[in-house]
């Protein structure tokens, strides 16, 4: 692609749906049901925090869960008949007894209405809430301090000080910080289709909606990388709206808190560039090697990388960088991916990169 033609593409974005995720094509209508809001009406004190194995752990001292299930007394809100019935799992789906409209049960404690779950590490869980507090729809990431200790809750939240007045297009900010005896959470605006989902049901993107997504992630990186945000991507950070415009979330915040935690080994390991791993600070080169990574995960369905033992890192990075040739993916991950920092490309080249895969998709079918 000349430089000439990709300038007219960039310049052409804005008025037509090069770029756009249409739902119906991304198959993304099926990722999640809707969780409708609706209240328990006991107990109102349940915790909610992850367990060192990864597990869900929620202690429920109002609600005995018999051979039947959880009884529960749920108010539809389509038509407002006072449903008594059972569930065996939390956030399950119920039919009103009246009306069947399908209802999803919600968890209450006493800062948020959890609506649904969806991402889930050993110290980090995203779920669909309700602040009460601040009477907001959104999401909230917790940092469980079963795994992540004690810290200065007001450190923490003078990290995010700066990214939540932070206006750069189609960045999700985080919007409120809270805490309590059980953790920190971090409340957000959210995007109606979640990658993180869409891997989970489909393994894999198909590579021109990939390269699609990963052109307005990059775009979006990149302005952040203008006001010195930096950080390391997961699919849960990528989110699309019913234009098919993407947004990009908690990048730049769960690299801050890890950071002011002084918790490295919580840091999720395999979507992190190899110098950062030996605790260097996120910069636009380290960036740029955890989009490589996404990438990837996106076109294979896997994370290229399992090795967690710092010893064994480096090898197995180098390793795989070096037989990069061997495997069908674009060839600009071989720069993305240089074990060199100063080798890699900018995140505004690597949008070009993506576009230049859209382009030879469309005209070789071929990366």
């Not at 993304?28 to 367990?51: C, G």
């Not at 480096?314 to 070096?322: C, F, L, V």
């Not at 720069?335 to 895969?357: G, I, K, W």
Request: proline share 4%; net charge negative; with cysteine.
């Amino acid at each position: 692609m000349s430089d000439t033609s990709t300038k007219d593409l960039k310049k052409d974005l804005k008025s037509s749906d090069t770029l756009k995720i249409v739902a119906k094509d991304l198959d993304i209508n099926k990722m999640l049901t809707k969780a409708d809001t609706i209240r328990i009406k006991e107990p109102d004190n349940i915790q909610v925090s992850a367990s060192s194995g990864g597990s869900l752990k929620i202690k429920i001292p109002a609600m005995k869960k018999k051979e039947g299930g959880f009884a529960i007394r749920i108010i539809c809100p389509s038509c407002e008949f006072k449903n008594c019935t059972n569930i065996q799992n939390l956030f399950d789906k119920v039919s009103c007894h009246k009306c069947s409209t399908q209802i999803r049960v919600p968890v209450e404690t006493p800062k948020f209405i959890y609506e649904n779950y969806i991402a889930e590490t050993p110290c980090l869980n995203i779920f669909k809430a309700y602040n009460k507090k601040h009477d907001f729809h959104g999401d909230v990431v917790t940092y469980e301090k079963l795994e992540l200790g004690e810290h200065d809750p007001a450190k923490l939240e003078a990290r995010l000080g700066r990214l939540k007045d932070l206006e750069v297009k189609n960045y999700i900010n985080p919007r409120y910080f809270q805490h309590d005896e059980t953790g920190y959470f971090v409340t957000r605006a959210n995007a109606k289709y979640r990658m993180n989902v869409y891997l989970q049901k489909k393994g894999k993107v198909d590579p021109r909606k990939a390269a699609q997504i990963l052109y307005q992630t990059s775009v979006i990186a990149d302005d952040l990388a203008k006001e010195g945000v930096f950080g390391a991507f997961l699919p849960t950070d990528i989110m699309l709206d019913e234009n098919g415009d993407v947004k990009l979330c908690d990048y730049g915040v769960r690299d801050g808190i890890f950071e002011e935690m002084n918790e490295h080994h919580h840091v999720f390991i395999d979507s992190l560039a190899p110098e950062t791993i030996s605790h260097r600070f996120h910069d636009e080169h380290s960036a740029v090697y955890s989009l490589g990574i996404l990438t990837i995960l996106f076109l294979t369905g896997k994370s290229p990388f399992q090795e967690f033992s710092p010893s064994r890192i480096s090898k197995e990075r180098e390793n795989y960088w070096s037989h990069l040739a061997e495997y069908e993916l674009p060839g600009f991950l071989e720069y993305m991916l240089d074990m060199n920092v100063n080798a890699r490309p900018s995140l505004d080249e690597c949008s070009t990169y993506f576009l230049q895969m859209i382009e030879n998709l469309d005209t070789r079918n071929h990366y």
